[in-house]
């Protein structure tokens, strides 16, 4: 809430509105911004979150209608730094958001009930018991603070099927795609730096694209560091790994992941 200077009620009153109504706000959501976000080429702003569930919708800015070609964002004026994700970066097939009211896929998710192991993950990042255990790590692996690139082609299937736990029917390839790039920025980064980084020194860069707090995005980080380790595959690791008792009541259809049609096969693997 907005503090208030104590000159008398009608001036009160007068300044709030007058502070609320010069306030800049997001067209999207036509609130104040939330981690502002500059579209180039044309440099209209937006929140973080609005402008990047937009682009999945089609790449024109909301304002002027210009192709957007990267969006700029987590900007530190005092230290004059921001990041930058290029649409062009985006792989084709993520380049558009199906609302699941217009895909027939979606028909057959409705009708399909969400899979019991991905009702234990999505419950595990909403209630985030604590951990008892995970698989033991492999000795080759137990040092690993930073994911490698020869490691993503095992972390790829884990990162698809915990984004559904986490994001449900929000889930969109795109995000998913960036989120890999993401994940090897410690990598990177520590092959030119002298300060080595670690997994949770990106914390804040991948709750941004959960549109998560700390807590949920730290967790997710844990579970894939300890079934990298693991050197097991993905359901022998979420069946090992054991937690505090958790309620955990079924998921309303709002909450279930989006799932292919093409998993019609096998419902007991990961997608």
């Not at 929140?47 to 987590?74: E, H, M, S």
Request: neutral net charge.
């Amino acid at each position: 809430m907005m503090k208030r200077k104590r000159h008398g009620p009608h001036k009160d009153s007068s300044n709030s509105y007058t502070s609320f109504a010069n306030q800049p706000r997001c067209t999207i959501c036509l609130q104040g911004f939330t981690n502002r976000t500059f579209v180039r080429d044309c440099f209209h702003s937006f929140c973080f979150v609005c402008i990047r569930q937009w682009i999945n919708v089609t790449p024109d800015c909301p304002l002027c209608k210009g192709t957007i070609q990267a969006l700029i964002y987590n900007i530190v004026e005092d230290l004059n730094t921001y990041q930058e994700y290029r649409l062009a970066d985006k792989k084709p097939t993520a380049t558009k958001h199906h609302p699941s009211s217009s895909s027939s896929s979606s028909v057959i998710d409705r009708r399909k009930p969400a899979r019991p192991w991905l009702k234990r993950r999505r419950a595990l990042y909403r209630y985030l018991p604590s951990v008892i255990s995970y698989p033991p790590p492999q000795p080759s692996l137990s040092s690993l603070t930073v994911i490698q690139p020869d490691h993503m082609p095992k972390i790829i299937p884990f990162l698809q099927s915990e984004l559904q736990a986490i994001l449900g029917t929000a889930y969109d390839p795109f995000i998913e795609t960036h989120l890999q790039t993401i994940l090897l920025v410690p990598y990177h980064s520590n092959k030119k730096a002298t300060d080595a980084m670690t997994m949770y020194d990106i914390l804040d860069q991948v709750a941004d694209w959960l549109n998560e707090n700390d807590q949920v995005t730290r967790r997710l980080l844990d579970e894939m560091l300890a079934f990298l380790k693991s050197g097991v595959n993905y359901m022998t690791f979420i069946n090992a790994a054991h937690y505090e008792p958790m309620e955990h009541p079924l998921l309303d259809e709002d909450d279930k992941p989006t799932v292919d049609s093409s998993d019609d096969n096998d419902n007991d693997s990961p997608p």
